[in-house]
């Protein structure tokens, strides 16, 4: 185990390096001088040269990337072009809130599709199967940003029980107020993975529960319950895991679109600002920062698969 | 001297498999055919907007604005600017389906040209793409288009980039999975023994092969496409003001779902049943094509 972890983890170096190498070129594939296009038309020759100097931006492309991973590995990304402080403890700052709504929200979807898939799979063609999956199959169709902005017109304007948007109120609040904002981001980015959790719960579930080792734990005698939840579960979690690490690129990704239509502070509201502002230091720093995190999720995942299923080597 | 291959290994007809069985299959299942049917009412919708648009969807009209469905005049109503919400819905599923079916082609093209090629020559190309696929998927779908957008700028056609560069890999992967799966198979040795070269071997009997696994990933991959193109829309990174595309549409009406919900919703509504309508028809073409992939 301990030699498959160190493999893994040195897997991802190779693919870290490609990650920085296509960062960085976010800011010279663009067309045009990235200090003319980050100071704007009316930039004097002065700033733009001044801004060349601070970027290093005079020297060769191989030079330039070095002196920036260099200091990407210090945590040092620069500073933001817009706000002008620097890019990391801003990222820092804005990645708990992103972090805080992920995470609620795939245990949202963990709660809601494991147990509905494994219902839908116990109790096959029946009502609540169908039900279940019909309800699935629309969360999957519903882009994000709509599931948002119908959550807020039924829970936020008819019905005035949740926030439609911010973190805390505006007069601070504790954590029952943090949770009384999260409510609605959550539910709202947590549809999509719980029907899908759903949906491949179930059919990871229907598959296990017709193989032999099942039969005779059945035919031995054992509780029903015993049988669905300790045998046949074990086995179909290798599934779950699987889509519950795909989840969270989804959610990474979704979290864009679920900040802006409920304006919660996090990371992907930080990136839209900074694309449409052209403020490259903070796209590299936060798309960098993310993809990072991502890498390593993934790592996490393939360790418990590892784990679930002792037969998993690469 | 030459055979047909045929000749050696048969009618390859007979052995492909009918495609009436195909389509009963895919009769047979009733959401399907839900799927297909909303599927082609969205197209449909699209390809005839200008004859069934009862306005210029950009026509400005503000002493009608934000008037609600079933105004006189105006059966779905209208948004903020007094525009007739049903002809921006027609024309706005003229711009969304077009960039979703044109991201989807562009990413298929390349994804298929990649996995065939990787897969089938092996070696130190295979590596590269490979590496290169891992690279593209350590990032989030969604976090990548918008990256990528950071590059070339927002608007209708970068946005199409996007998103299809996003969608590589997925081809990619799937393409060169078959490839590796058929690629030992007796009719392709039996082609080599006959002297057909390496490329003819892809083009007639390796990526003929591949149809079926390229068409339902294609049909089941629209559904996100129109989602992550509405999506770009949606933050200002796709398809811009005041062109009707429904992730605009929805990002405009936003502001005014207090007063007038309809300008954010029926777009939404638009979206959610045309995803629903190319995933239940995936789902069935999957299906049908392949039952031992059923879900």
Redesign the interface.
Known sequence: MKEYVVKRLLLTI???L??SI??F??MH??PGDPAVIMLGPQATKESIEKLHQELGLDRPLVVQYFIWISKVVHLDFGRSIVLGREVFPEIWLRFKATIILTSASLTLAFLIGVPAGITSAVRQYSIFDAASMLIA??G???????TG??L??IFS?NLNFFPSAGMYSPRGGDFLDLLHHLFLPALTLGTASAAVLA??T??AMLETIRQDYIRTARAKGLAEKTVIYVHALRNAAITIVTVLGMQ???????A??TE??FSWPGIGMM??RA??ARD?PM?QGG?LF??AV??FV?IIVDIAYAYLDPRIRY | MKFPISMVIGNEKKQQRPRSKVLRRFVKNRLSVLGAFIVFITLTSAVFAPLLSPYDPNMVNTQRRLSPPGSSGHFLGTDDFGRDMLSRLLWGARVTIFVAITATLMAMFAGTILGLLSGFFMGWFDILVMRLIDILMAFPYFLLAITVIAVLGPGLLNGMIAIAIVNIPFFTRIVRGVVLSIKELSYIEAARALGANRYRIIGQHVLINCFPSIVVAGTLNIGWMITAAAGLSFLGLGVQPPTADWGTMIASGRQYISVAPHVATLPGMAIFFTVLGFNLMGDGLRDALDPRLKI
């Open positions: 190779p693919v870290l490609g990650v296509l960062v070129s976010v594939l663009a199959l629309a999957v169709s519903m882009p994000v940003f709509f902005i119908v807020i017109i304007m949906r491949m179930r059919s969270v690129g989804y959610q990474l990704g979704g864009i679109l802006t239509v990136m839209v694309i449409q490259y796209v798309v993310v993809a991502f890498v993934n």
